[in-house]
């Protein structure tokens, strides 16, 4: 502090103490010829008499009349009671002048909650509002005029940032304190206990006055909030939605690996690190490859599902990170039971979801908005190059159409039909890649939900596009996309408009989108022209 109350303080502590100890234990008996025996109320010598404690009267002071009946009452120590006193005031004088500087700062700003000890303002801390949102700084009012526990706040937070105000028991102290709170009330900055571990260990952090085991622990404090469907079906990949991420110390760039994606930290929630430009992603991250039932002896099949992932600190333009957590949860999921439909590519009542009970209207709604487009490799003139890569869904826009009065969600395996010229059924030309798996609709709004808004087509499945231009003089009539809710290709398991955490009615009928008249022009073009290119 190097202030001058400084000096005083230590000055009034060393001659408070000295006075003290003179006061209370210089007057001993027996030592600096003081005699070994004395009477307890007017100190008279009793040396000679101290052998006739054990008769029934035991030794009575010929002075005052005291009568004393074991050997510790002739030897008490005499404390000067006066001097005792004055030397707690001068104590009192040291700790007084050794806060002075903090009640007196800025106009007597801290007001006299600047008195109290640290370590007792730290033993407050659990006291505090740990509300979401409860954190809130008083306008207006000078800090002496705070409510008592905005003050503990501010002045925990005040002095612990302040290298000089923090002794090592107030380090420890607090580190203690914080040990033994939940993540979920350490990371969040909003609450008002939340603040102060938030606001501390951000600052020790930056000021680098963290301890090393410390440092390693608060490193890894995090608090994650996950949105998982209630049920699923078995064998389904697991997605969930991160509502919410934080970390006790945010100083530096952070990424998260869960399951087999990286995830960069931003504003308190994760996004793909490696979300490419164009990509559209649905806000879900991947848990698990599939969700298996194990334990079918069990009356309700609710299954545990744990939950992996390393956090990682680092510095994102040199693309460097090194992990400084771990993630370990475990979530309760409960396995769905389908009531068999009557078509197999039909989903059947689903114990806890609601199947959509207008299946024609809707079937009519997503028809009338959903346009399905080829997606194209294109050169830099704008030449299409090759045969469509993908197929990319739109919405239309139309004010007028049919509205919905309750959201749902339908998705599966995506197949492109092709009709040709005189042919009843359709062939088979391409599946789509299974990652994407369907749309949700919720008021009125579609939201893609998958991990891109074009999905790609693999070719291994289906006739392919060669197929086409091999039927010499036959016309391709018509193309459309089919996706089928229960069908084999999304994954290993079945409904995949389940994987959806927010579903709230399930499309239960396969569905079907046709090209519009300009699309297939622009198909049959490259069709007709092949293989001049
Ligand atoms: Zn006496």
Redo the contacts with the bound molecule.
């Keep these: 502090m190097g202030s001058p109350w400084t000096a005083i303080a230590w000055t009034l502590t060393a001659a408070g103490v000295a006075m003290f100890m003179y006061a209370a234990f210089w007057d001993r008996p027996g030592r600096r010829g003081r005699p070994a025996y004395r009477?307890r109320?007017?100190?008279?010598d009793l040396t000679g008499t101290a052998d006739r404690l054990g008769s029934l009267q035991g030794v009575v002071?010929?002075?005052?009349?005291?009568a004393h009946h074991s050997r510790r009452a002739l030897r008490r120590t005499r404390r000067k009671r006066w001097a005792v006193l004055v030397s707690l005031g001068v104590l009192a004088g040291a700790y007084a002048s050794s806060v002075w500087p903090r009640v007196s700062a800025y106009g007597f700003v801290n007001g006299w909650v600047g008195a109290v000890p640290t370590p007792a303002l730290i033993l407050m801390v659990p006291l505090l509002d740990d509300t979401p949102g409860s954190y809130a700084r008083p306008q207006g009012l000078p800090v002496a005029r705070w409510p008592l526990m905005e003050q503990v706040s501010a002045q925990v937070v005040g002095r612990l940032s302040t290298e000089d105000e923090t002794g090592w028991f107030e380090h420890w102290l607090f580190h203690r304190v914080a040990r033994v709170t939940p993540p979920s009330v350490l990371t969040d900055g909003t609450s008002k206990r939340g603040h102060v571990f938030t606001s501390v260990y951000g600052n020790w952090a930056r000021q680098r006055r963290l301890w090393s085991d410390e440092e390693d622990w608060a490193r890894s404090v995090y608090f994650m909030q996950l949105e998982l469907p209630e049920s699923l079906p078995q064998m389904s990949p697991v997605h969930a939605r991160v509502t919410s991420f934080r970390r006790l110390v945010e100083d530096r760039a952070c990424r998260v690996r869960l399951h087999e994606r990286v995830y960069e930290v931003r504003r308190g929630t994760l996004l793909p690190a490696d979300l490419e430009y164009r990509e559209r992603w649905d806000g879900t991250v991947r848990l698990s490859d599939y969700l298996r039932w194990v334990n079918s002896m069990q009356a309700s099949p609710r299954e545990m599902l744990p939950i992996a992932g390393i956090i990682f600190e680092g510095d994102r333009t040199a693309d460097i990170w090194w992990p400084v957590g771990e993630i370990r949860e475990v979530h309760g999921v409960n396995i769905v039971h389908e009531t068999p439909g009557t078509r197999t590519d039909v989903i059947g009542a689903i114990e806890g979801y609601r199947l959509v009970e207008d299946v024609d209207a809707i079937r009519a709604w997503v028809q009338s908005r959903i346009r399905v487009e080829f997606e194209w490799e294109q050169d830099r003139i704008g030449n299409r190059i090759g045969w469509p890569k993908g197929v990319v869904f739109r919405m239309q826009d139309l004010p007028d159409g049919p509205g919905l009065d309750a959201g749902f969600t339908f998705g599966g395996s995506i197949v492109l039909m092709a009709r040709l010229e005189g042919q009843e059924d359709g062939v088979v030309i391409a599946s789509l890649d299974p990652t994407w798996w369907g749309v949700r609709v919720r008021d009125g709004f579609v939201e893609f939900v998958g991990h891109a808004q074009w999905v790609g087509f693999e070719e291994a499945d289906g006739m392919g596009f060669e197929y086409l231009t091999g039927l010499h003089e036959v016309r391709v009539e018509s193309m459309w996309i089919e996706i089928h809710p229960k069908g084999g290709v999304v994954g290993g398991g079945e409904y995949a408009p389940l994987w959806d955490p927010e579903v709230e009615r399930v499309f239960p009928e396969p569905l079907r989108i046709e090209f519009s008249e300009s699309e297939m022009g622009g198909l049959r073009e490259k069709l007709d022209a092949y293989p001049a290119w």
């Design positions: 009477c109320r007017c100190w008279y002071c010929p002075e005052c009349g005291r």
